[in-house]
């Protein structure tokens, strides 16, 4: 069974920085792609960034030149560097890992880190 845990997450100023991790345990394989979504308060889980086990990453145009998202393989580790923050990224923030060997693809979830950017 796959189980993700987020980390990171806290109280931090606007225009400061945050990283957020996100540990995989269980058994992966190739065939994944993984990434960070976030919930308002208020609003619907939107998808932040995005990226592929060959490193291909997407972004929401709300984050571009500010989130950074990585993958380390070696340690089963999904990261979100977050600089330049800003309070509408107050937020809780999820990881997903989506698992195309399935039909159709299965979708696991963490449980969330909270973010509050503080203007």
């Known amino acids: 069974q796959v189980q993700l845990v987020e980390s990171g997450g806290g109280l931090v100023q606007a225009g400061g920085s945050l990283r957020l991790s996100c540990a995989v345990s269980?058994?992966?394989?190739?065939?994944?792609?993984m990434g960070w979504y976030r919930r308002a308060p208020g609003k619907q889980r939107d998808l932040v960034a995005t990226?592929?086990?060959?490193?291909?990453?997407g972004y929401a145009d709300s984050v571009k030149g500010r989130f950074t998202i990585s993958s380390d393989n070696s340690n089963k580790t999904m990261y979100l560097q977050m600089n330049i923050v800003k309070p509408e990224d107050t937020a809780v923030y999820y990881c997903?890992?989506?698992?195309?060997?399935?039909?159709?693809?299965?979708?696991?979830w963490g449980q969330g880190t909270q973010v509050t950017v503080s203007s």
């Open positions: 990226i592929t086990n060959a490193g291909s990453t």
């Open positions: 269980g058994n992966i394989f190739s065939n994944n792609a």
């Open positions: 997903n890992l989506v698992d195309y060997r399935r039909i159709p693809p299965y979708v696991y």
